[in-house]
């Protein structure tokens, strides 16, 4: 089986400081994994993803994510946040060596920054 | 990028009578789609996954028979609500994949059922 863990519900944090949105997984084998976005009423927009090499991985819009195989984690980042970033971002997994087709999905996270 | 269109992007319909949510894949064939559906604030809940010319894999819990899946094309999947009620209304999101890794989502459509 494979899940996805968002410990916050909400993050908030000032214009022009950095910002974290936390994700763990689990999977029994390697997992593939992605970041997405959702603005209001809108469907989930492609930031970035993790599928082999580097453990830092580079985005749309200024973010990254850093996969951590020991930690099982990955966490989205973005050195300077601006107040276009708040949405509702989630993280997903897919076990690349299950016989799983679909992304599991966690709970979201919404993310505000104040100006 | 990749284009998932959904049509309608919003629809009310009254309670009882059915409703019809067209995905394409605007560029790209996509022999895997999938049918989401999410409460407000709320994460993604996979309602099935359909492959071209075969029928739907419906996770536990959702009706076969209320939530009709038609793959009838490589661009093209449908769902259709039969006989809509009031708990039914949600945002339903498709999404596509075209190859291994990625899946490209849909704008959404909000159904409403009065």
């Known amino acids: 089986a494979q899940s996805v863990a968002q410990p916050e519900d909400q993050v908030n944090v000032a214009e022009g400081n950095p910002l974290t949105v936390k994700c763990t997984y689990s999977?029994?084998?390697?997992?593939?994994l992605f970041w997405y976005v959702q603005y209001p009423n809108r469907g989930l927009q492609f930031l970035l993803k993790y599928i082999t090499g580097d453990n830092l991985v580079k985005g749309s819009y200024g973010f990254e994510a850093e996969f951590n195989k020991s930690q099982t984690s990955f966490h989205l980042k973005k050195p300077s946040a601006l107040v276009s970033d708040s949405a509702l971002y989630f993280c997903?997994?897919?076990?690349?060596?299950?016989?799983?087709?679909?992304?599991?999905f966690g709970s979201g996270t919404q993310l505000t920054v104040l100006p | 990028g990749a284009v998932v269109s959904q049509h309608p992007s919003w629809v009310i319909c009254k309670s009882g009578t059915s409703v019809k949510i067209e995905c394409r894949s605007l560029?790209?064939?996509?022999?895997?789609m999938f049918w989401y559906r999410q409460f407000p604030k709320q994460s993604l809940m996979l309602m099935a996954t359909?492959?071209?010319?075969?029928?739907?894999?419906?996770e536990q819990g959702v009706e076969k028979d209320k939530f009709l899946i038609n793959h009838a094309s490589l661009t093209l999947s449908t769902l259709t609500v039969t006989s809509a009620h009031p708990e039914d209304s949600s945002f339903y999101i498709c999404?596509?994949?075209?190859?291994?890794?990625?899946?490209?989502f849909g704008p959404g459509t909000r159904l409403t059922v009065t």
């Open positions: 560029d790209f064939q996509a022999t895997t």
């Open positions: 999404s596509a994949r075209p190859d291994t890794y990625e899946q490209y």
């Open positions: 997903a997994v897919r076990d690349r060596s299950g016989s799983a087709r679909q992304l599991t």
């Open positions: 359909s492959n071209e010319g075969s029928k739907a894999t419906y």
């Open positions: 999977v029994s084998g390697n997992p593939y």
